[in-house]
């Protein structure tokens, strides 16, 4: 697509491609035509392998944090394999961009990744994105990736937004490692005996949450972990009603009961994790189980530690439980 484009007192005509019309920062302006032109012009000059899948990120709410690059090569993929084609549809229209989409979903990743890898064999490139932010990350992709290395092709990957590293990002949470838990197990069992395994990792845990189940979440985390620890929740990032409160693990029920609004949306949740001079009481509970578990069952040994700590029953359950399965391993 041909242009006029004025910039410092001179006039000349540049191609530009198609996706820049629409891209959210509005080329009105000599200056930011220019800036727009050098970028593209870096976004072209990386080497672009054919037979080569493109792994792509792509904005979490705001379309505007699309990347340049990120345009560039969707713009010139033979193919594009996503989650859902309509979703993907309507992002492509936004960029003002059309190409053939592959549904690449988490049921049928294995048969895809061989159709994608036959493409690439006969010389094509394939981009690979997902409904919203980085491929393979909560997301489908990660087998699809694995298949095209394992048949010794080429995987190029684009970065960008991501929900974990946006919100971190905002969190001021001091530790300096991190865990990315991603979603919990839907079923309470099994989320509790991940909680508890997850109780002593010294590192800021990050979860993944759906609006229906943010409550039981922070309700579960408040019963399993000490309530003097810092948690965030990021709500709705890069989008209209963008949240990120941060607060004791033991007042994160009360602020979400507060707002009906809070309790919709996507989250991210954050929580810092052990620290050693924090969780005297664990020791203590450890401690105290141990030696009851030697003569009770779990159950008893739960409302001793309770009646003896003064810990919570749940808790000490879920701790019992750990130590237990331990021992049997
Ligand atoms: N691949 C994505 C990424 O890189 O972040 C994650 C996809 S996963 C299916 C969707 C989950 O990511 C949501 O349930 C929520 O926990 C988190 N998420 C995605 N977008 C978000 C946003 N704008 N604000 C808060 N959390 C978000």
New binding site residues.
């Given amino acids: 697509m041909r242009q006029a484009c004025k910039t410092t007192g001179l006039i000349f005509l540049v191609t530009l491609p198609c996706y820049a019309h629409n891209l959210p920062f509005a080329l009105t302006h000599g200056q930011r035509m220019a800036d727009f032109i050098s970028l593209h012009t870096h976004a072209a000059q990386q080497s672009y392998p054919p037979s080569c899948l493109y792994v792509i990120a792509t904005p979490?709410?705001n379309i505007a944090d699309i990347s340049i690059r990120a345009c560039y090569v969707l713009s010139r993929v033979d193919a594009i394999a996503c989650e859902d084609t309509r979703n993907s549809a309507q992002l492509l229209n936004q960029l003002g961009l059309s190409k053939p989409l592959i549904a690449a979903h988490q049921h049928n990743e294995n048969e895809v990744a061989q159709k994608i890898i036959q493409r690439l064999q006969q010389g094509e490139s394939i981009a690979l994105i997902?409904d919203?932010?980085?491929?393979a990350?909560?997301?489908p992709g990660a087998k699809i990736v694995d298949a095209v290395r394992t048949a010794g092709l080429k995987v190029v990957p684009l970065p960008g937004?991501?929900?974990?590293i946006t919100?971190l990002s905002a969190s001021g949470l001091l530790q300096d490692q991190f865990s990315f838990v991603g979603f919990l197990p839907s079923k309470a069992g099994q989320r509790d005996q991940m909680l508890q395994s997850l109780h002593d990792v010294a590192a800021t845990l990050v979860f993944?949450?759906?609006p229906h189940r943010i409550i039981d979440t922070v309700t579960a985390l408040s019963a399993l972990f000490p309530a003097h620890r810092k948690i965030v929740l990021?709500?709705?990032?890069?989008?209209l009603f963008e949240e990120i409160h941060r607060c004791s693990l033991g007042a994160a029920g009360a602020w979400l009961a507060a707002d009906a609004h809070r309790q919709k949306g996507?989250?991210?949740i954050l929580l810092e994790g052990a620290t050693p001079d924090q969780d005297l009481d664990r020791i203590e509970a450890q401690r105290v189980l141990t030696i009851l578990l030697q003569s009770c069952t779990v159950k008893q040994a739960a409302q001793l530690a309770a009646q003896l700590t003064g810990q919570k029953k749940n808790a000490l359950y879920q701790l019992a439980l750990h130590m237990h399965d331990q021992t049997q391993t």
């Fill in positions: 979490i709410g997902s919203a932010g980085t491929p990350i909560s997301d937004p991501s929900a974990v919100a993944y949450e759906a990021a709500r709705e990032l890069t989008k996507e989250y991210v």
